[in-house]
């Protein structure tokens, strides 16, 4: 097993690459580091890889790094400035926490000093968003060959043209991620700081060199610039039927968002990260960012074939002598990454756009095995869903262990809001009733018991229930009322069996299912109450029951 190791030595710039610096003045970021390379050429950041940092080329082709010893997202570690121009429309709390501005500047000062110390920087400037109108122009500057490449993928490319005429970006990212943190700054929990300021415009990292960083931090940009406009920014994957019909896929990890997005018979526009125009939907991202711990070929071969030149792999591990990377080697972590170009899988529609979508599907791993495996929602019914995020997770994988833990977050990516949850709902709300867009509630959990004693729904029948969804069969099934989730259940679906669609038929104890139930319906509105000073009676009153 081989491990790469980050590790730099001085570089050497190439014949041709003196004009790619000439236009790239980073004086007034205070920077004076004498080689500078702008959106370099993939085979340039593997040169650099390689021989800077030790990365490795995989069997296919791909570019291996590691992210040192923080291999995820540091949530507890990231800030927002609060200054008088935008603290009234932040959620403050754990998701967003405050810091003074002088302590950003600290920040921003403390990264640009440790940038200065290095022979070669990055700048990779794209756009975050496929259309003209709302998207934003993204500078990201770093040290790290294997975080530009990444950059490179992750953000929408520039034409020549584009490039050209780039100009000041709208945000500026600067990634000292090699670099600690001040741990005595006010505010500044430890050595890792991830700050954001709307106001100066800038993104700063330090003490963290996990790539997706960088990703999430543009999203969050998003996340406030867009509703600030009028428009929804949405944490879920999107498709486009033969006949131009777009669906949203909402859910948590695990849920089946990725899998179920991706049908052979419709095109991908995006898996991740979308908002929400008077034209339609548009993607944020110019690539894909994908789990690999475990990928197969035979059941995963979009992402599997899309790992190639170009591609990143981050913390994965290969064999030293063939290369060959083991998907199931977890020594690093269990967050392994690939981050590759959209054009990398097949059946993507480019550019990354659609309409507005017919279906909104909202996707939740029930282990507690007693939601339905697919509910017609209501506006009302959407936005309480949508703002309770619901998914859960199983205790263990032991046998014995059969206790499920309730999980929710806002919006199904509460780690990323900016707003209270309740702006995006009645975002969402507002459009779904403008394009006459339906909402369901699709349970990709376990069926006839909880985890441990039932079994997970199959992904066969699944699949049959999104087309169901999307043939338009599914509205005009017959529907019964589920009392106890005050759901609207259909009772046939082509391919799926009757019994299936109505959980308590499969528990051969009833009263344990109601009991079951009845817990989690409770665990529902514990969850709401949060909301209750901002959601109306209706709102409210379209969650469960539990009676």
Known sequence: ???????????????????????????????NVKHILRNPSPARLYEDGISREKAAITSTGALMNTSGAKTGRSPKDKRVVDNPESTKDIWWGTVNMPIKDEVF?????????????????????????????????????????????????????????????FGQPDFVVYNAGCFPSDVNAEGVASKTCVALSFERKEFVILGTQYAGEMKKGVFTIMNYLMPKQGLISMHCSANEGKGGDVSLFFGLSGTGKTTLSAEANRRLIGDDEHYWTENGIVNIEGGCYAKCINLREESEPEIYHAIRFGTVLENTIFDATTREVDFD???????????????????????CMGSHPKNIILLTCDAFGVLPPVSRLSPEQAMYHFMSGYTAKVAGTEVDVTDPEATFS????AAFLVWHPAKYAELLAANMAKYDSKAWLVNTGWSGGSYGVGKRLSIKH???????????ELSSSPMVHDEIFNLVVPTTCANVPNEVLIPKNLWKDKAAFDATAKKLAGLFRKNFAKYEDVASDVIKNAGPKGE
């Not at 993204?138 to 950059?151: D, G, N, P, S, T």
Request: charged share 20%; with cysteine.
């Open 1 to 31: 097993m081989w491990i790469p190791a980050t590790f730099f030595q001085p570089v050497s710039i190439g014949k041709g690459e003196t004009a790619m610096q000439l236009d790239m003045d980073l004086s007034p970021y205070g920077l």
């Open 410 to 413: 806002a919006c199904f990516g």
């Open 329 to 351: 080697d977890s020594t690093l972590t269990e967050n392994t990454r690939a981050s590759y170009p959209i054009e990398f899988i097949p059946n993507i529609k480019i550019p």
């Open 462 to 472: 699944t699949r049959a229930i999104i087309d169901a969804i999307h043939s338009g």
């Open 105 to 165: 500047v600290g920040n921003r000062q403390r990264a640009i000093d440790y940038l200065n110390t290095r022979d070669l920087l990055y700048v990779i400037d794209g756009f975050a968003g496929w259309e003209p109108k709302y998207r934003i122009k993204v500078r990201i500057i770093c040290e790290r060959a294997y975080h530009a490449l990444f950059m490179l993928n992750m953000l929408v490319k520039p034409t020549a043209e584009e490039l050209a005429d």
